[in-house]
C-alpha cells in the first residue's frame, strides 16, 4: 500500500478517499463466492460457517445488498456498522495508582 505522501506525489494532487462499508454475506455454499468479488473486495471467506466480508463503497451499498440478496446462493446479507461507531471515548480518567506507576518508570 502506497503511503499519502507518495500517492500526492504521484497523482500531482489531493488523494480523495472514498467512504467505505463491509458487508457480511451468509452463503449456502460456497462455490459462488469467488463470484462476490465484482461487487467490491472480498476480505475474508469463512469455510466453516459460510459467511464472507466484503468491502465496498458506502453510496453503492444499498443496490449492492439488493443485488445480492436476489441471488439463490446468498442466504442474507448484513451491513457493517463499524463506521458509525463512536470512538472517542469520554470520562477516561486515568487511574491514580497507574499515573503514579508512570512516574515512578515501572
Same mark, same amino acid.
Given at each position: ?5 507518495v500517492?500526492?506525489?504521484?497523482k ?26 465484482? =461487487?467490491?473486495? *472480498?476480505? $475474508? ?6 459467511? #464472507?466480508?466484503? +468491502?465496498?463503497?458506502?453510496?453503492? %451499498? ?21 463506521? =458509525?461507531?463512536? *470512538?472517542? $471515548? ?6 491514580? #495508582?497507574?499515573? +503514579?506507576?508512570?512516574?515512578?518508570? %515501572?
Amino acid at each position: 500500500m502506497l503511503d499519502l505522501k507518495v500517492m500526492m506525489r504521484y497523482k500531482g494532487e489531493k488523494a480523495m478517499f472514498t467512504q467505505r462499508q463491509g458487508l457480511i454475506v451468509w452463503l449456502y455454499s460456497l462455490k459462488q463466492a469467488k463470484m462476490l468479488r465484482r =461487487f467490491g473486495n *472480498v476480505h $475474508y471467506v469463512s469455510r466453516k460457517l459460510k459467511y #464472507a466480508v466484503l +468491502y465496498c463503497n458506502q453510496d453503492d %451499498l444499498p443496490g449492492i445488498m439488493e443485488k445480492l440478496n436476489s441471488y439463490s446462493f446468498v442466504k442474507k446479507v448484513e451491513p457493517s456498522y463499524k463506521p =458509525f461507531l463512536k *470512538v472517542e $471515548y469520554e470520562n477516561s480518567i486515568p487511574d491514580k #495508582a497507574k499515573e +503514579y506507576d508512570y512516574k515512578m518508570g %515501572l
